[in-house]
Structures are given as C-alpha cells and as structure tokens.
C-alpha cells in the first residue's frame, strides 16, 4: 500500500476518532447534562483547517489521477458523489463551527438546532469516509502506480495534520489532550 493511501486511511481513522468525541459531547448538550462548547468549537475549527483543506483535496487529486487512468462507470459516479460530498462537507462544517464560535463567544443558539446540525455533520461524514474506504481507495490501490502515488504525495508533502501530524499546535493542546484522555 501506498505511503498516500497508509496517509488517508490514518485520516480517517483519526476523524472516526474525534467524530466520537465530538457525538459524545453532543449527547451532553442533548441531554442537558453539559456538553464543553470550547472543545466542540476547537474540534470544529481543526475539521474545517485540516480534513477540509488538506485530507479531501489530496482525496481530489487521487481521484483526478484516477479519471486520468480510465475508470469504470459505477467508479466515475462515485468519485462524482465524493466529490461533490467534499463541498457538502466544507460548508456543512463551516456552519457547525460558526454556530460553536458564536455560543463560546455568547450568542444565543437553541440546544436542538445546535445538537440536529452537529449531528447532521457527524453522520455525514462517517458515511461519506466508510464509503471512500469501501469505495474508491479499493480501486486506487489496484489501479495508481508509484508515478501517481508522487505526485499526490508531493502535492500535500508541506501540510502537516497540526494535531495528529510530528507536533501538536498549540491552539490545539487541549483537543489533543481530550483525544488522548478519552482512548485511553
């Protein structure tokens, strides 16, 4: 397997992981019982930075190698509903992490609409990564050659995951603290 492909699947495993996080302090603000806003607004922040802008588009420059290739019709569609995800995503995300800035920041937002829109964000995206991993990164294996692999991997080689990536930012300690002390 590619060092890319080893890349994105560390990704998503990465996502599954803070997504869990993520639905347990959702579960927090749905129940009354809490819920820390300043860690969902910091998980927010880190998916609309790295997922969005450095995890998918090297996702879209995979897929584009492998239009480039010759793909079948059913891999075509799906790379088509991928890509089109990846703006859903974005902008789905951009809305959640907004709604969190404003409530740490004391703006007035409704517990349902805050628990329904992060919800809708968390569901979608879990699908959308099981799909690619069932999906199209099967294909990509068997299909891109270290020539692809290059040029993917030279695209995105000076963005570094600021949390999960060789050192933790530092606006992002206290998520990576929560990350450790809840998979432990």
């Known amino acids: 397997m590619s060092t890319v492909m080893n890349e994105l699947h560390q990704d998503h495993q990465n996502i599954r992981e803070i ?4 639905s347990r302090e959702l579960d927090e ?3 009354a019982s809490g819920g820390d806003f300043e860690l969902m607004r910091d998980i927010m922040v880190y998916m609309t930075r790295y997922p969005d802008h450095t995890h998918h588009p090297k996702e879209d420059l995979m897929f584009k190698r492998m239009r480039e290739r010759g793909i079948a ?3 075509e569609a799906t790379i ?28 007035l937002v409704e517990r349902d609409t805050l628990v329904a829109t992060g919800r809708d964000y968390t569901e979608f995206l879990g699908y959308h990564a099981r799909l690619e991993d069932e999906t199209v990164f099967l294909v990509a294996q068997k299909l891109l050659d270290d020539a692809d692999w290059t040029v993917v991997r030279q695209a ?9 990536g060789p050192a933790v930012d530092h606006e992002f300690e206290n998520l990576y603290d929560h990350i450790r002390d809840s998979s432990s």
Do not use: N, Y
């Open 29 to 31: 603000v749905s129940d």
């Open 73 to 75: 019709p059913e891999t």
């Open 80 to 107: 088509a509903k991928l890509l089109r995800e990846h703006a859903a995503l974005a902008e789905k995300g951009s809305i959640f992490r907004d709604m969190l800035i404003g409530v740490v920041d004391g703006a």
């Open 19 to 22: 997504l869990r996080l993520l």
């Open 156 to 164: 995105f080689e000076a963005q570094v995951d600021p949390i999960f």
